[in-house]
């Protein structure tokens, strides 16, 4: 029988990770995650403000950087004034660039391996 450990213990997509019962992570363990998080965090942001400032209001909104609502292609081209084609090609620039930028922090400790 598997058990949801806790309301902490919910993956990247939103669903629960179910834990057979007695294997929750250690207080520890989830500290290490959380300054983890923090520092690819800290990481991903430094490397977001390397963007125009459209490129970046495109990428926080569309992936909810920051604590944010992830916001619609829709509400970001009313807000900046253009379309949202215009938004969507915004997107896609962007994220070939942050792809290249990562790529060349990949092996660093702030964004870890590269997939």
């Not at 938004?87 to 060349?104: C, F, H, M, Q, Y």
Request: aromatic share 4%.
């Amino acid at each position: 029988m598997l058990y949801l450990a806790s309301l902490d213990d919910i993956t990247e997509t939103g669903q629960p990770r179910y834990r057979e019962p007695g294997t929750a992570p250690s207080p520890e363990d989830i500290m290490v995650d959380r300054e983890v998080s923090d520092i690819r965090a800290r990481g991903i942001n430094e490397i977001v403000s390397t963007l125009t400032a459209e490129e970046q209001v495109v990428i926080r909104g569309l992936f909810g950087f920051e604590d944010r609502d992830i916001r619609t292609l829709r509400s970001l081209a009313a807000e900046l004034g253009i379309s949202e084609y215009r938004v969507g090609a915004i997107r896609d620039e962007a994220k070939n660039r942050l792809s290249i930028r990562a790529t060349l922090h990949a092996d660093s400790a702030i964004l870890g391996p590269a997939r």
